[in-house]
């Protein structure tokens, strides 16, 4: 017995010197990462303090990625080919004077081409987009694309699965991606049952044991379709009976467009490169990359940002359309969890005189996440933001409109998991005509909104300023 004792005495001493030397590598990994000294701090902290939870904590939220790649070098030049061809005809003859800096910097951070000649129809309710989608894509001929971050199987998941199948069945190539996270209550048999229908399925960011401490904080929440490479969808709604139906406390608002033109290049390009980062496989073959006429008078920009790489594209793009703008801005989010830069932007840009109006729900469907977006409305409403609560049902609509010259739709939420821990795309619009449209849109829910009065604000009761207080430290895990 005793050499047991001994061997087993051993291996704990082993396991403890291991622990010891992977936990003090892991702070020295914080530290040497450089990335916000607050950030870093507060990991050291969790560490010294917590060590076995700290540790489980940062490697299923606290891992920097930047230094990975989606894609290599290789693999997207030969992506790009074909849609950098096409965009030589395509690319806007002027650019919009008041944002040539803007659009000159998602060229250089998200390789987003200024596309002209292209046509926006808007979407504020989802059977409305629901039956214009089904319809666009009974219309294919050739392939159909769908990725969403859920997807769930219920009537509408099936729904657009039948009509996947029968596009299928008919000799079309249809693809689907799905977030594993966001429609991880859709069981596999129902993805499974659609490829064995000759559909390509991949789930992104599969989460699996082994992988469970690397991906499960990094999601991809774009939502978009593109067909026959000549229309494409883009915005905020998913695909689940709630978009339909609404929840129990009213409908379900959310904002999504339809594009047609070339701009659906670039979401093509955008759905292969999340393609090949899920499946491995490189699509490139230029039938995918169709010219096409003109069909509208929009210029617009398609940016995508993601965890990997230097640049927080959307967040960038975002500060200086704040930084720029004159007149106003309407935001409409969901989820109002600003990080410090996009705070102190638009607290700058009210400061300044412009009119800044901020939209959210009045209920929204996270308990944390509306304690924790309460807490920051002190802070802009002394700078001068007007905030409104959207009484009907849930303002889902991520949309920020500028100056009567700017808009941009898509996936983007007004949090912290948006803009530095999600895939996501959006669409940035220099189209007078579109974004007056998306200012009527604003200002008709704005007629179904309350706005939040500063002096009633302040007079919340103090224990829930303590726990909007305290959940706000959790703002970037929301």
């Keep these: 017995m005793i050499p047991l004792i001994a061997t087993s005495t051993t291996i704990t001493h082993i396991l403890e010197v291991l622990f010891v030397i992977v936990w003090v590598s892991t702070i020295i990994v914080v530290i040497t990462e450089n990335r916000n000294p607050v950030k870093t701090l507060a990991w050291v902290m969790v560490l010294v303090f917590l060590p076995i939870i700290g540790f489980v904590l940062y490697l299923l939220f606290g891992m920097d990625m930047r230094k990975e790649r989606i894609i290599g070098r290789r693999s997207l030049s030969r992506l790009m080919k074909e849609p950098l061809l096409n965009y030589k005809d395509y690319t806007a003859p002027e650019t919009p004077a008041a944002h040539e800096k803007l659009i000159r910097m998602m060229r250089q951070a998200a390789q987003a081409y200024l596309l002209a000649g292209n046509k926006v129809v808007p979407f504020t309710d989802f059977p409305a987009l629901l039956h214009d989608m089904l319809r666009t894509i009974a219309s294919a001929q050739h392939h159909v694309h769908v990725q969403f971050y859920i997807f769930m199987d219920d009537a509408v998941g099936r729904l657009l699965r039948d009509a996947l199948v029968d596009k299928a069945r008919q000799g079309v190539k249809v693809r689907l991606l799905y977030d594993d996270v966001g429609s991880w209550k859709a069981k596999n048999s129902f993805f ?187 802070e802009v409403m002394m700078a001068g933001v007007k905030i409104y609560e959207y009484e009907p049902g849930y303002l889902h609509a991520k949309v920020l409109i500028a100056d009567d010259s700017f808009v941009t739709v898509g996936s983007t939420n007004m949090d912290f998991r948006s803009f530095e821990q999600n895939f996501e795309i959006n669409a940035f619009i220099y189209d007078p005509e579109v974004v007056r449209a998306m200012k009527r849109i604003f200002m008709a829910d704005q007629q179904q909104s309350t706005r939040i009065v500063p002096a009633e604000w302040k007079q919340r009761p103090l224990w829930n300023r303590f726990w909007e207080s305290l959940v706000r430290l959790l703002s970037p895990l929301l």
Excluded at 330 to 352: D, G, K, S, V
Aim: charged residues 20%; positive net charge.
């Design 192 to 378: 499974r049952a659609m490829q064995q229908e000759g559909i390509e399925v991949y789930p992104f960011g599969e989460v699996k044991f082994a992988a469970l401490t690397r991906r499960v904080n990094y999601r991809n929440h774009r939502k978009v379709v593109i067909v026959d490479g000549k229309v494409g969808y883009i915005g905020g709604m998913n695909i689940a009976d709630r978009y339909y139906r609404g929840l129990a406390w009213g409908k379900w608002r959310d904002t999504h467009i339809r594009i047609e033109g070339m701009a659906v290049n670039a979401l093509q390009t955008s759905f292969f490169v999340d393609w090949y980062y899920a499946s491995r496989i490189l699509v490139s073959e230029p039938v995918y990359f169709p010219k096409v006429k003109q069909c509208g008078d929009t210029a617009m920009q398609i940016v995508t940002s993601y965890p990997m790489g230097e640049w927080k594209s959307i967040m960038q793009g975002l500060l200086q359309v704040i930084g720029q703008s004159r007149h106003y801005l309407y935001i409409q989010t969901p989820y109002f969890l600003p990080t410090e830069p996009i705070l102190m932007a638009l607290r700058n840009a009210a400061l300044a005189g412009v009119d800044v109006r901020l939209m959210v729900p009045k209920r929204g469907d996270s308990l944390l996440a509306d304690l924790a977006s309460h807490s920051y409305y002190k």
